[in-house]
Structures are given as C-alpha cells and as structure tokens.
C-alpha cells in the first residue's frame, strides 16, 4: 500500500512496476511542493506566456528537460557512480549556472539583448519617453520581447543537477534495484514525468493568473512578458548571488528551521526554500505589481491622446 511514509523510505527488493510507481508519485510530491529548482522558473515563463496554455506549455518544457536529466542521473545511481553527489555539494555551483541562464533569458526580454547590467536604474535614473515620439511612453516603443520558451528546456537540464532527498530516494535506493542497465533510466524518467504532471498543473495556474484582471489581451500580454522578464532577470541575479556565498561559505546551505512537516521542500524553512520566496513570492509578486501599474499607465496616456 502507498503512502507517504512507504515512498519516502521504500524498501528494498521492490518489483520493477512498484519501483517505476513509487518514482513517479515522488516525483508528483517533487513538482506540486515549493523546491527552488522548479517553482521559479516554471512561475517566471509560464506568467511570461499569460495563459493556461501557455502555462501549460512551459511547464511542460521545463520538465522535458528535467526529466532526460533525471534519467540520466537514475542510470549513473545503478552504475555506483553517483556518490559525487554525496562527496561534493554542488547546490552553490548549480545556483550559479541557473541564475546565469536565468539572468540572460530575463535580459532578453525586458532589453532585447541577451546580457544588461542596468545600473542607470539601479542609481534611480528613469526614462519615460523616447525621442521618436515626445507622446510616445517609452515601454509602447521598447516593449518586453515575447518570452523564450525554448530556453525551459535548457533550464530543466541545468536544474535537474540540483540534488535533494527526493532524488537521493531515486537515485541510491530506487534506481540500484532495477533487473538491468537496461532498466536503469526509467526510475528517473518516471520521477521525471511525475514532476512533469505537477509543473504542467501549476503552469496552467500560473499563466492564467493575469486573466484574473479586467485587463485588454495587449495589456496582459505586456504585464506577462514584464513580469517573467523581471523575475528572471532579478531572479537570476539572487541564485547566482546566493550560489557565489555558498561555494566560498558552504556552512550556510547546511542551515535550516525545522517546521515539524515530513514531507521534503515543506520539512524546513532552508536556503532553498528561501530562494523560492524571494523569486516567486516577492520578485514575482514586485513584477506583476509593478508592469500592471505600467500598463494602467500606459492605457491612460493613449486614452488621453485620443
């Protein structure tokens, strides 16, 4: 019988079928708790896409890549070759990697360029129109470029490097028992897709979040792009900073408040959790606050003019 304490810590000599279950159920509680490998970039493009499919879209890319990352990862873990993972911690440098790729796509859609340091802005200089146009906002002419979606699938790859007690599960207890070589990769793809049924859910939430307001499809199509493009870029910038102070201080990813809930991502109040509340919760939520404010404002302005 499953539940949470069977999957958690499954016991060995289980049957391939109840390997493969166990994995993609793992995989469900992987993808629909808080975990700062997934949460953040599927909110960032899946928001960028305003819509229940385009939600569902990019949460479905995003775990593509996972998923062939995780099979991988299920393969090496029968061959005994992933006790790396237990030697080196290799969360700063995944950080790293991932804000980086972050930060480049966020780039690209907020300045059309695929690298922007704005340290005009950050001193507090702000430009409000353009000398094309004196009446013209300036976000009307350089509007926030469509979102990537593609680049989920890079993300999922580069994120599936990340390695918690979910994949600790798969890898050193799940995928050792499979009969063959053979066998060895499906553990991870079935953890994979599992994830991949929970992201595409929280996709579809996430995108269709804009629909909620009384907004025109060109204004909700600019808060979306606005919105993903600043989560990804400010977003991107806070794991690669967060990942920097781990590689040089790695005491700190070890910290972590206990909440009393069994159930990884929700069992501590850690680095990782921490990052999924500064990206999402308070970067995501400044985005949309911020571009709905500007597309209010940019309504009003044509509204005048006309």
Request: overall charge positive; proline content about 6%; aromatic content about 12%.
């Amino acid at each position: 019988m499953l539940n949470l304490n069977f999957l958690l810590h499954p016991p060995r000599n289980l049957p391939l079928i109840e390997i493969l279950i166990v994995a993609l159920f793992l995989g469900m509680l992987h993808g629909i708790t808080p975990d700062e490998h997934t949460w953040p970039i599927t909110f960032s493009y899946a928001v960028g896409e305003y819509s229940t499919r385009g939600g569902m879209k990019a949460g479905f890319l995003f775990s593509l890549g996972f998923t062939i990352q995780r099979a991988f990862l299920s393969t090496i873990g029968y061959l005994g070759l992933a006790y790396f993972y237990v030697k080196y911690n290799l969360d700063g440098p995944v950080y790293m990697v991932v804000g980086i790729v972050m930060a480049i796509a966020g780039s690209y859609i907020l300045r059309g360029k695929y690298l922007h340091l704005p340290f005009d802005e950050l001193l507090g200089a702000r430009e409000h129109h353009t000398n094309e146009a004196s009446r013209v906002p300036l976000h009307e002419v350089h509007g926030p470029r469509p979102v990537p979606l593609k680049m989920t699938i890079v993300h999922g790859l580069i994120a599936g490097f990340g390695f918690g007690a979910y994949a600790s599960i798969v890898t050193f207890v799940l995928a050792p028992q499979v009969p063959s070589l053979a066998y060895a990769p499906l553990p991870g793809a079935m953890f994979g897709i599992g994830t991949m049924i929970m992201q595409v859910i929280l996709g579809s939430i996430f995108g269709s979040m804009l629909r909620a307001k009384r907004l025109s499809e060109e204004e909700i199509r600019y808060v979306g792009r606005k919105t993903a493009g600043t989560t990804l870029y400010y977003g991107g910038i806070v794991f690669a900073l967060v990942g920097l102070l781990i590689v040089f201080l790695p005491q700190i990813d070890a910290w972590a408040i206990s909440t009393g809930i069994p159930i990884p991502n929700l069992d501590a109040v850690d680095v990782g959790f921490l990052l999924v509340i500064s990206v999402v919760g308070i970067i995501g939520l400044y985005g949309i606050i911020k571009s709905y404010r500007e597309a209010v404002k940019i309504h009003n302005l044509n509204h005048r003019s006309h």
